[in-house]
């Protein structure tokens, strides 16, 4: 059985990835400092012989025996990154530093949880993989941007210098069960609020548009990102090039939750893109791989998945 450490293990998208590993028949090393991971998303695989727990911040270096590397940790919303953004810095940073070098000493593959936020506030629609981004160095959001930045850096000059095995996925707006409530992401806030019956707050006019992509759908690519061809390196795009407004979204939602909150409109908060929009083309033709969850359709299990969890 082959052991695949995933660093931030009990977030968002690692805690998915542990379920999605486990159930190919792979056993977990689930690294993690709990900043923004719960442990009730994994508390239903503690007590399985191959899911391990550690609790462990990257920013310190990690001595264990694992077949390949998944580097998930760090904060992934502006609320939780930008509530210590130097902490921030030295997950991306020193954490992609210890988990190279990690990496590098066992001789296995190592995969970066990269981000669409390398492309800043883009000049081009869509954003490919060969464009290098439009990123305010010295900004509230730099903290997450540019250490997500250096870190794909750190991970091709391992690669040139060392030989290490990378492959850095650039992953664009992603939701699902397991989102944290509290995490000020557009989806999440909008369920949350039309199931507390609140006001759905729309930043700006709410005509900018995200893409979205269903959890389900981002891990599939992760894995098979992972077990392609080494030459395969990336950076490569994955999300869902499908647009709505942020208008749209909140009708939706409304019409899921079947709520009556009405909408509340505030300032956009600072250097937030107006557009965001993927280019998938390498992960479609290369790994064969689409995006198949529509919006309807993953909004519908996110809200039951929050209507469970938000129950008194
Ligand atoms: N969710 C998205 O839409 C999205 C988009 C782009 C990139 N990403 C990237 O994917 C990864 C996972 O994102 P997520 O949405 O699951 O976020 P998340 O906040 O739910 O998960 C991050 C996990 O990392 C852990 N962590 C943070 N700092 C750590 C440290 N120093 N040491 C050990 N563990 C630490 C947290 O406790 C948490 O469990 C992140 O690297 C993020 O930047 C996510």
Redesign the pocket.
Known sequence: MREILV????????SNLCDALLSRGQSVLC???????QRSNIKHLLGRTDFELLR????QPLHVEVDSIFN??????PV?YQYDPV?TTK?SVI?AINMLGLAKRLGVRILQ?????VYGDPHVHPQSEDYWGRVNPIGPRSCYDEG?RCAETLFFDYHRQNNVEIKVMR?????GPRM?PN?GRVISNFIVQALRGDPITIYGDGKQTRSFCYVDDLIEGMIAFMDSPGELRGPVNFGNPHECSMLELADRVLQIVGSRSKLVFKPLPQDDPIQRCPDISIASSELEWTPKVQLEDGLRETVAWFRHTLEP
């Open positions: 660093t931030g293990g009990s977030g968002f998208l690692g690294v993690d400092n709990f900043f923004t991971g462990h911040d990257v920013i998930l940790a760090c904060p992934a919303s939780h902490q997950t954490g949880a990269s981000t669409s936020e997500k992953i664009f707006n992603t939701y944290h995490d």
